[in-house]
């Protein structure tokens, strides 16, 4: 069974704060991915990586920035907390694509509270 | 998420069949998917339809697929209350699982 966990189901912090939001997969899974969620904007992707050190900015990177310094880890990093980030955080895991089919796995969420 | 859409919520009595409808926009995607979000969980795969198909079946679960359209719908046969939750649909833009456009959700709230 594959595992995504998230470090923290809760988390309320300050605006201005640095926050760090980590990910682990243990299933050797190349591809990792940040998401937020919002109430009626379904999910929406920060940023992805394909291998360890690489990234790429998804569709809303602004704010953010992300680590990859071990396959199956990846951080996402706030750093400087704004009240519009107040959010439940997503992450994800896949396969290097073999199947047109091989889906993405998806951690709990954390849900971060800026205030 | 934003040009993936769906009706934000649907109530239905248990027994009955749900049907959850998606709006979306690339006619070039490859595959679409059906997840499902229960409460404090992440999202889980239900099932996925191949744009050359118009139907699949998957025990209670039918995907009905009208590609001129760009109109997706999954029914639940024989709704249960452990099927309330929110169900999202995908669209992959590009090939597979790592390029996956997300619509808005519908929360599913099954009446016992």
């Known amino acids: 069974d594959v595992k995504v966990t998230q470090s923290s189901r809760y988390l309320v912090k300050?605006?201005?704060?640095?926050?760090?939001l980590e990910c682990v997969q243990d299933m050797d899974h190349e591809n990792m991915f940040w998401y937020r969620?919002?109430?009626?904007?379904?999910?929406?992707?920060?940023?992805?990586?394909y291998d360890v050190k690489m990234k790429e900015k998804g569709d809303i990177p602004e704010g953010y920035s992300v680590s990859?310094?071990?396959?199956?880890?990846?951080?996402?990093?706030?750093?400087?907390?704004?009240?519009?980030?107040?959010?439940?955080?997503?992450?994800?895991?896949?396969?290097?694509?073999?199947?047109?089919?091989?889906?993405?796995y998806f951690g709990p969420g954390t849900r971060l509270t800026v205030l | 998420g934003e040009d993936?859409?769906?009706?934000?919520f649907l109530s239905v009595r248990?027994?009955?069949s749900s049907v959850i409808n998606c709006t979306y926009t690339d006619s070039s995607s490859t595959y679409l998917y059906w997840y499902k979000q229960e409460p404090g969980?992440?999202?889980?795969?239900?099932?996925?339809?191949f744009s050359n198909m118009d139907m699949k079946q998957?025990?209670?679960?039918?995907?009905?697929?009208?590609?001129?359209?760009?109109?997706?719908?999954?029914?639940?046969?024989?709704?249960?209350?452990?099927?309330?939750?929110i169900y999202f649909c995908a669209e992959s833009r590009g090939a597979g699982a790592n390029n996956l456009f997300f619509g808005t959700g519908t929360r599913l709230t099954v009446i016992p």
Not at chain 1, 79 to 103: F, G, H, K, P
Not at chain 2, 4 to 8: K, M, W
Request: negative net charge.
């Open chain 1, 14 to 20: 300050r605006t201005g704060e640095k926050v760090f």
């Open chain 1, 37 to 49: 969620q919002d109430p009626g904007l379904g999910l929406r992707l920060i940023y992805f990586s």
């Open chain 1, 68 to 104: 990859r310094e071990k396959k199956e880890r990846f951080s996402l990093i706030l750093e400087s907390a704004s009240t519009n980030q107040t959010s439940m955080y997503l992450c994800a895991s896949s396969l290097v694509e073999r199947e047109s089919t091989d889906t993405q």
């Open chain 2, 4 to 8: 993936v859409e769906q009706s934000p």
């Open chain 2, 14 to 16: 248990e027994g009955d």
């Open chain 2, 41 to 49: 969980a992440g999202l889980q795969l239900l099932t996925y339809i």
């Open chain 2, 58 to 85: 998957d025990q209670r679960l039918t995907v009905l697929l009208n590609k001129k359209d760009k109109h997706l719908s999954l029914r639940i046969a024989d709704t249960q209350t452990g099927d309330s939750a």
